[in-house]
């Protein structure tokens, strides 16, 4: 079956960096676009980040453009996302998602890890 | 950037009744590009409908969608006690992707 494993989360100081990973399993990694998305606490989830299925192409969240990048390595079946400048906003729990793609369509979220807490905080 | 605004915030409501509420989009949603989640506490999202009214895998079909435009419904026709959660819309029409702030559907 798919599973998603996010790790990476934690505290850290704003400013600083930090990079969270999304293993993947259950499904052929390469052939699936994949997705970042938040939810800071206690509110609701916010899109951040997608990338296509051989990393050809990205899109960001303006809220986030610049600060944030996200990667993959389709040999390892991991999804990154590398947090530069962080700010006491990007504080959330932290969701990979598979996209739908053909079998739901390119934008939705299928299959969902279990997240990965950042905190920024001094 | 679409804005997704649902209505109500919160439903109170009894096992067996039935639930509906909206989410509506601030300019037409692409093909019917909207999606429905649940949510737990504690718990990622998981999708229940897409297309506006196509059921995801393994989704009771006591959960329906409906609508188009701007103007979108989830009903759940028969509230069971795991059906008590969070509700999120979100459009893939058009990107930025964006959701909607919930429907929290509550234990009346």
């Known amino acids: 079956q798919v599973q998603l494993v996010e790790s990476g989360g934690g505290v850290v100081q704003p400013g600083r960096s930090l990079r969270l990973s999304c293993v993947a399993s259950?499904?052929?990694?390469?052939?699936?676009?994949m997705h970042w998305v938040r939810q800071a606490p206690g509110k609701g989830l916010e899109w951040v980040a997608d990338?296509?299925?051989?990393?050809?192409?990205?899109h960001y969240a303006d809220s986030v453009k610049g600060r944030l990048t996200i990667s993959r390595d389709n040999s390892r079946n991991t999804l990154y996302l590398q947090m530069n400048s962080l700010r006491a906003e990007d504080t959330a729990v932290y969701y990979c998602?598979?996209?739908?793609?053909?079998?739901?369509?390119?934008?939705?979220?299928?299959?969902w890890g279990q997240g990965t807490l950042v905190t920024v905080s001094s | 950037e679409i804005v997704l605004t649902q209505s109500p915030g919160t439903l109170s409501l009894s096992p067996g009744e039935r639930a509906t509420f909206s989410c509506r989009a601030s300019?037409?949603?692409?093909?019917?590009?909207l999606a429905w989640y649940q949510q737990k506490p504690g718990q990622a999202p998981r999708l229940l409908i897409y297309?506006?009214?196509s059921r995801a895998t393994d989704i009771t079909d006591r959960f329906s969608g409906s609508g188009s435009g701007t103007d979108f419904t989830l009903t759940i026709s028969r509230l069971e006690p795991e059906d008590f959660a969070m509700y999120y819309c979100?459009?893939?029409?058009?990107?930025?992707?964006?959701f909607g702030q919930g429907t929290k559907v509550e234990i009346k």
């Open positions: 297309g506006a009214s």
């Open positions: 300019q037409s949603v692409n093909s019917r590009y």
């Open positions: 259950g499904f052929t990694f390469s052939n699936y676009g």
């Open positions: 998602a598979r996209d739908g793609g053909n079998d739901y369509g390119y934008g939705i979220g299928d299959h």
């Open positions: 979100q459009q893939y029409g058009s990107s930025p992707w964006t």
């Open positions: 990338i296509w299925y051989d990393g050809s192409n990205k």
